[in-house]
């Protein structure tokens, strides 16, 4: 199994880890700052409407199912880093790495109950325990397991978007836009009382399998997603010499990716498949082009400095952002959501977003002067090697107790 030659660390991954965390953050903040829907909300009007138009339109074209698609791939390329690096120190593989993928699902366990409905690490995690196993076959093993992927993928959201619509059209059973889609900020509304934090986990707990419906689809895209990132990542897609590869994916992504997505959303056709199906390809067009930018660069340059501070810290950041806006937004916090409700909704909105995005950035760079990784990291790498090292004490002294009872 080939690896990349250079073990050296890649300066745009960080930067992309950072983008995909601070656009996931941007795709998600409407949903706590649109908590809160008074009846009586005054509308804009002017050049006040103008901007609320296009800022939503714009976001709507350029952040939905775009960084959630991208934290995927990034997953897949971390896993395969994982897998070069034991491999280097003449570790097995997957080895320790299932009890990272256990972590890791605790995680967005803890993440879901406590603090955000919305938590992706329960599903990369479950996912990652699969494709973590089946990177320890060949490459041509991997392929397959990645077509598999990819057409479970693409079949899944045929079922969900497709077939319903087609159904729809024999048997009208009503508006198809009231299934569940990318519209999450009404029934999120509808569903919760921010007023008591506990109620809110209460809430959470009660709801489990209804909240958690997003997992099977995160994993069965996950599936093939973490085999093209892998893939992308050994075949050469961030060094200088994989500049073809680049503009292959850029082309797919930019050519056929934007065109198809901004297509089936400007005409309010898309639904799943755009959240989750062409959002992905143009996902993996903003993959191929920071690669690019970074590819002969060895300065990360000033703005690409602050998403790589985010990126060294993903997993602190994306736990951190999601509990800084439920502070702010919610009514058992600062209760800013109630507060902004109104024509300056949109500007508020990103106004905060920018803050969190500046304070996650600052606290990032304070944080890593002192320490390597992050804080929920450092815990959780710590939490990993101690599980590790007692699995294998407790396997070494069963391998003596029966090697005893042999020789006995």
Same mark, same amino acid.
């Not at 590869?245 to 930019?254: K, S, T």
């Not at 992905?280 to 082009?289: E, R």
């Not at 690669?291 to 997993?315: D, I, K, P, Q, T």
């Given at each position: 199994?080939?690896? #990349? ?52 339109? &714009? ?60 938590? &992706? ?46 159904? #729809? ?87 056929? +990716? ?37 590819? #002969? ?24 952002? #999601? ?6 937004f919610y009514d058992w916090g600062f209760g800013v959501s109630a507060k902004i409700q109104g024509p300056w909704n949109t500007v508020a909105t990103l106004a905060i ?20 990784? +992050? ?34």
């Amino acid at each position: 199994m080939t690896t #990349n030659s250079r073990p050296r660390r890649i300066i745009a991954l960080d930067v992309l880890r950072g983008i995909a965390i601070l656009g996931t953050l941007l795709t998600n903040i409407w949903i706590f700052s649109q908590v809160s829907s008074p009846a009586d909300t005054v509308q804009a009007e002017g050049a006040l409407a103008m901007f609320n138009t296009a800022a939503q339109t &714009v976001l709507n074209l350029f952040t939905d199912g775009k960084f959630i698609g991208l934290l995927t791939i990034m997953f897949g390329i971390g896993l395969e880093i994982q897998r070069q690096s034991a491999v280097r120190r003449g570790e097995p593989w997957p080895g320790r790495y299932p009890w990272r993928a256990g972590i890791l699902i605790l995680d967005g366990l803890l993440n879901y109950i406590f603090i955000f409905e919305y938590d &992706v690490l329960m599903g990369y995690g479950l996912t990652a325990l699969v494709v973590a196993a089946v990177m320890a076959k060949s490459p041509k093993v991997q392929k397959i397991w990645m077509f598999i992927g990819l057409g479970a993928h693409l079949a899944l959201l045929a079922s969900m978007s497709v077939v319903p619509i087609f159904l #729809n059209k024999i048997w009208p059973v009503g508006d198809i836009s009231s299934l569940p889609d990318a519209n999450r900020l009404e029934a999120f509304a509808e569903a919760s009382d921010t007023g008591s934090y506990w109620g809110m986990v209460l809430n959470r707990l009660q709801t489990f399998i209804e909240g958690r419906g997003e997992i099977p689809i995160m994993f069965v895209m996950g599936l093939g997603l973490f085999l093209v990132g892998a893939h992308l990542y050994r075949a050469g897609l961030f060094l200088p010499e994989g500049r073809r590869l680049r503009r292959i994916v850029m082309g797919i992504g930019f050519g056929v +990716g934007f065109p198809l997505d901004w297509a089936l959303r400007l005409t309010e056709t898309g639904g799943f498949v755009t959240r989750y199906g062409t959002s992905t390809i143009v996902a993996f067009g903003l993959l191929a082009a920071v690669a690019a930018f970074y590819a #002969n660069r060895e300065r990360v340059g000033l703005v690409g400095h602050g998403f790589s501070l985010v990126g060294r810290m993903a997993l602190t950041n994306y736990i951190l952002q #999601n509990l800084i806006a439920s502070i702010i937004f919610y009514d058992w916090g600062f209760g800013v959501s109630a507060k902004i409700q109104g024509p300056w909704n949109t500007v508020a909105t990103l106004a905060i977003y920018l803050g969190i995005a500046a304070f996650l950035m600052t606290l990032s760079a304070v944080w890593l002067r002192f320490f390597r990784r +992050g804080p929920v990291e450092l815990v959780w790498h710590d939490t990993v090697d101690k599980l590790a090292d007692a699995a294998e004490r407790r396997r070494g002294r069963r391998a003596e107790r029966r090697e005893a009872v042999l020789t006995s």
